[in-house]
């Protein structure tokens, strides 16, 4: 039996100190030494073997926020773990409260091919910490070889153009990775934002951006763009997904989504919900009103769905547990889960032959500050997202 925990973790703009990531944000030293610290705690407080970063502007800070986390854990260990001359060393509870330090080879950062290094323009990238290393070097998918087309087309049936995607707004960052005796690939991800895309002048000006003289059907199509980008990124990345599922290869899917569970960017990439039953469906090709699937067709429909369908594991832990909310944002009133985790069907409780399954979900939100608080200007240095963890155990073949 193998246990291990996953998480994702969205640090917010980190960054060494003194440099300009957006226009006039940067880190004093002092600044950046408390964002330093807050960062290396969180990571020794979760104390997850995998780890999926977002937000990642320069890989030596997140070296140095690894290190300090070791650190930590090292003089905590010292500190509550018994050696080996004390009776009671072996107790179950020593195990959970030992830190297991980060080793070398085990990170992988994937910087944003859209930065430039240019003061004030700065874009951030995704990273993979593995106390398992990986099984191969991971791959970063975001200048994509071939354009996605998504064409459109009119009511009447007339050509209505396309939409064209090159590169992703961020590097999406695939890595397959030795769990016990499986091979699981992880994606990270980091979708596309919520604020609006705009059209810009030749000098770079958005005039929608001028709030001074406010265009709500200008700043309405920005959102619209902006969807409509994160939902053909979820598509590249569902793409990737199932070429691996197709392989047999178990998936787990981590990141800030940008949207809720039950967003339309989240149902791209974890599959659609296959139908209660085809039978009653009238067929694609039906000729008369009585044309339906047989029995034989909806069991086939039903497996090729489900056999690629992700499950969200905050889903599964509501479901387990009978909380009726987590969430992983507050910003304006409004408390929402935009950062998952994804397993694909090898983990799902409800399927016989399961490679392992999830026992706990771990949500560690109880920093977040709503945006609308008084407090909410002076909190610019620990995350406003919360960190969410997985705790897996891997089946073995003697196992029901």
Same mark, same amino acid.
Not at 104 to 116: E, I, Q, R, S, Y
């Given at each position: 039996m193998?246990?291990?925990?996953?998480?994702?973790f969205?640090?917010?703009?980190?960054?060494?100190?003194?440099? /300009? &990531? &957006?226009?006039?944000?940067?880190?004093?030293?002092?600044?950046?030494?408390?964002?330093?610290?807050?960062t290396?705690?969180?990571?020794?407080?979760?104390?997850?073997?995998?780890?999926?970063?977002?937000? %990642?502007?320069?890989?030596?800070?997140?070296?140095?926020?690894?290190? /300090?986390?070791?650190?930590?854990?090292e003089?905590?260990?010292? @500190?509550?773990?018994?050696?080996?001359?004390?009776?009671?060393?072996?107790?179950?509870?020593?195990?959970?409260?030992g830190?297991?330090?980060?080793?070398?080879?085990?990170l992988?950062? #994937?910087?944003?091919?859209?930065?430039?290094?240019?003061?004030?323009?700065?874009?951030?990238?995704?990273?993979?910490?593995?106390?398992?290393?990986?099984?191969?070097?991971?791959? %970063?998918?975001?200048?994509?070889?071939?354009?996605?087309?998504?064409?459109?087309?009119?009511?009447?049936?007339?050509?209505?153009? @396309?939409?064209?995607?090159r590169?992703?707004?961020?590097?999406?960052?695939?890595?397959r990775?030795p769990?016990?005796?499986?091979?699981?690939?992880?994606?990270?991800?980091?979708?596309?934002?919520?604020?609006g895309?705009?059209t810009?002048?030749?000098?770079?000006?958005?005039?929608?951006?001028?709030?001074?003289?406010?265009?709500?059907?200008?700043?309405?199509?920005?959102?619209?763009?902006?969807?409509?980008?994160?939902? #053909?990124? #979820?598509?590249v990345?569902?793409? @990737? %997904?199932?070429d691996?599922?197709?392989?047999?290869?178990?998936?787990?899917?981590?990141?800030? +989504?940008?949207?809720?569970?039950?967003?339309?960017?989240? /149902?791209? %990439?974890s599959? /659609?919900?296959?139908f209660?039953?085809?039978?009653?469906?009238?067929?694609?090709? @039906?000729?008369h009103?009585?044309?339906?699937?047989?029995?034989?067709?909806?069991?086939?429909?039903?497996?090729?769905?489900?056999?690629?369908?992700?499950?969200?594991?905050?889903?599964?832990f509501?479901?387990?547990?009978?909380?009726?909310?987590?969430?992983?944002?507050?910003?304006?009133?409004?408390?929402?889960?935009?950062?998952?985790?994804?397993?694909?069907?090898?983990?799902?409780?409800?399927?016989?032959?399961?490679?392992?399954?999830?026992?706990? +979900?771990?949500?560690?939100?109880?920093?977040?500050?709503?945006?609308?608080?008084?407090? #909410?200007?002076?909190?610019?240095?620990?995350?406003d997202?919360?960190?969410?963890?997985?705790?897996?155990?891997?089946?073995?073949?003697?196992?029901?």
């Amino acid at each position: 039996m193998t246990n291990f925990t996953i998480a994702s973790f969205n640090v917010k703009n980190l960054i060494g100190p003194d440099q /300009e &990531y &957006y226009t006039f944000q940067s880190y004093t030293p002092e600044e950046h030494a408390w964002k330093e610290d807050w960062t290396a705690s969180q990571l020794f407080s979760m104390d997850a073997d995998i780890v999926g970063f977002q937000e %990642i502007f320069d890989e030596p800070s997140l070296q140095s926020v690894i290190a /300090e986390a070791n650190r930590i854990g090292e003089e905590s260990n010292a @500190a509550v773990i018994p050696d080996k001359s004390k009776r009671y060393h072996r107790k179950a509870i020593f195990r959970k409260l030992g830190y297991t330090p980060y080793g070398d080879g085990g990170l992988f950062v #994937a910087p944003n091919v859209n930065d430039t290094g240019e003061p004030g323009k700065r874009r951030p990238g995704v990273a993979i910490l593995s106390r398992y290393g990986f099984s191969e070097p991971p791959e %970063i998918i975001q200048d994509l070889d071939t354009p996605v087309e998504i064409p459109f087309q009119g009511l009447d049936g007339d050509d209505s153009g @396309a939409f064209v995607l090159r590169r992703t707004s961020r590097p999406i960052l695939k890595a397959r990775i030795p769990v016990g005796d499986q091979v699981i690939t992880v994606f990270n991800c980091h979708l596309k934002s919520k604020l609006g895309e705009f059209t810009r002048d030749a000098d770079g000006n958005a005039s929608e951006a001028d709030l001074t003289n406010y265009d709500p059907l200008g700043r309405a199509m920005g959102a619209m763009r902006a969807a409509l980008r994160r939902m #053909a990124e #979820a598509w590249v990345l569902r793409r @990737a %997904i199932v070429d691996e599922l197709n392989q047999g290869r178990p998936v787990m899917v981590l990141g800030d +989504f940008n949207d809720g569970e039950h967003a339309v960017s989240s /149902e791209i %990439i974890s599959g /659609e919900v296959p139908f209660r039953n085809y039978s009653w469906m009238l067929r694609h090709d @039906a000729k008369h009103a009585n044309d339906r699937y047989t029995r034989k067709e909806n069991d086939a429909i039903q497996e090729a769905v489900t056999s690629v369908r992700l499950t969200s594991a905050e889903a599964l832990f509501t479901r387990k547990s009978l909380r009726d909310m987590v969430y992983t944002t507050a910003f304006g009133g409004v408390y929402e889960s935009i950062d998952q985790i994804y397993l694909s069907q090898h983990f799902h409780p409800d399927n016989p032959d399961r490679l392992g399954d999830m026992e706990y +979900f771990s949500v560690f939100n109880d920093h977040l500050t709503d945006g609308s608080h008084a407090e #909410a200007p002076y909190n610019k240095l620990a995350s406003d997202h919360g960190q969410i963890m997985a705790h897996m155990r891997l089946r073995t073949d003697d196992q029901d």
